[in-house]
């Protein structure tokens, strides 16, 4: 973030500010809110974010059980949506009429 920080400081103080706006207790906890960013980290691949909320989960109270919990819905939403994200699969696998 420093080339925010560096280049685009209202950028980077806007993003501080979004974070501090979510990332407190509302209808949703804060562990709640880090659970979600971590499963959320894991879809988009991002390490950096999984180490980070993974720590801010543990810090507001979640186990390491619930994190791999977490880290488990995350896989199986990744998996399903191998399954369903499109229609090609309709025609890869269709039946070939000539091949008959």
């Not at 894991?42 to 791999?68: F, M, P, W, Y």
Request: proline share 1%; charged share 30%; hydrophobic share 45%.
């Amino acid at each position: 973030m420093q080339f925010l920080i560096d280049r685009l400081p209202e950028t980077a103080d806007a993003f501080v500010q979004m974070r501090a706006t979510i990332f407190k207790d509302s209808a949703l906890d804060i562990k709640t809110k880090e659970m979600i960013a971590v499963a959320a980290s894991v879809l988009l691949k991002c390490e950096r974010c999984i180490e980070v909320h993974s720590q801010r989960a543990i810090d507001n109270g979640a186990t390491k059980d619930e994190l791999a919990e977490a880290i488990s819905v995350a896989m199986f939403i990744s998996a399903g949506s191998t399954l369903h994200w499109t229609d090609v699969y309709k025609k890869v696998f269709a039946e070939d009429e000539s091949k008959k």
